[in-house]
């Protein structure tokens, strides 16, 4: 017990250290991080019963709790701590105190609307194909699938895309509003349709999505705390529909009636704890197992696709549905392990924070590098580490990739300017040029 008071204590003393330094927003990568995690853990501390969760599902003892919620707080504070020593080496962090919404907001350009657009598009046909028209319409049986590979691609553009549409509702034209709204609704209902707990989260970054294009509107702050807000709500409706017979968009005319009947106090803390499941799970993940842990996290942070690792063959899970999560395959190697990769997430998520606060605007670049952050925020608490690490290369990727294309684009604007002056001659100014055929 005095390890988790003094563990908190340590990060009270970071926390305020963070908050003289950076001011917080609603859009912060880091505290967005410290956010979900002390709600998830410390909520699961005093709020987690599991009586309502799964049958299966082990209850863990109050000493297995206290042990890793003691863990996850010395793991919160090694992030910051990396987060604090980017920041403290930093040349922009004067510009940290800048207020959010005094920001100049995300402005899309009509190609990249168009390929927001395309990107929902992408997502819509691709669950199509995953799961399958029949399936999509009705079916008996829960994650029955056609085509994981399509899954695993659709709900990564249904991440990126609720982003860009929510710039787009907020920034584009009245058609292009109407048909943001259109895409996303259309994704909703799919979602809805397979009962998954993405139905509660789209909306958050819809909203997320909007804001950054308009930072200081006070409709779009108020949509995000709305829709914070109705989240555990709007997750009582895909787990009520799993308890049907059958679920899909013929089903859907049953969900109204079906709320209905819920018992809200039940249901709201169904969802709580299927919120705050990441607790047990990480109790689970980090338990010895057969397989040896330190390969397992030299595993899960290989840059290289699995088929070329040994992850197929020596990939471990709670069960057929519910794999391990990152915070426990760290912890199950070591909390040194553990400590030491959030310090190197800290300065990656720092990184993009100073991003943020010191360019003054927000780019199509920079909101990506906002969702992969919140996506391994999610990532690391529901799924192993391999699937959260992928998020950070994502992101050092999606950086080469924008360092390259400003190189080129730099490149050929200064190859163009040596060619205009060029054909500028001494004495021969377009204003006083008079062509031979004139002399």
Known sequence: MWELVISGIVLGLLL???????PPTLVSPVYGLVGLYLFTFVGGFFGYDPQF???WFLSPSKAEINTIVTEVLCIISAFLCGALLVIGCSRHRYALGRPFK???????????????FWAAGACIALTVVGYGPAT????????KQEDMLANIVASMLSLASALVLGSTAARGSAGQKRLAFLFEGIILV???AISTRRLALLPVLFCVGGLVAQPASRRWRAGLLAALILTPFVMMIPLAMREM?????????RVPALVGQLDVRWQLQTSANNLFMSLPITIESAKKSAVDPMAYVLTGINPLPGRWTDWYQNQIRINIYMPFNAVGDLLRAGVWVALLYYAVIGGCFARIELRLRAEGRLGPVLLMLLGLCFAFIVFSLQYPLRSASRMIYYMFA???VALLLSRVRSAAGSQRTTTSEKTLQPGRNPSHWTPEWRR
């Open 190 to 192: 799919l979602m809805a």
């Open 102 to 116: 005094r920001m100049e907001g995300l402005r899309l350009s009509p190609l990249q609307i168009r390929i927001g």
């Open 398 to 400: 999606l950086e080469f």
């Open 245 to 253: 017979d059958a679920i899909g968009i013929a089903t859907l005319a």
């Open 136 to 143: 999509l319409w009705y079916s008996e049986q829960y994650l």
């Open 16 to 22: 305020t250290a963070l908050w003289t330094r950076v």
């Open 53 to 55: 969760s799964p049958a």
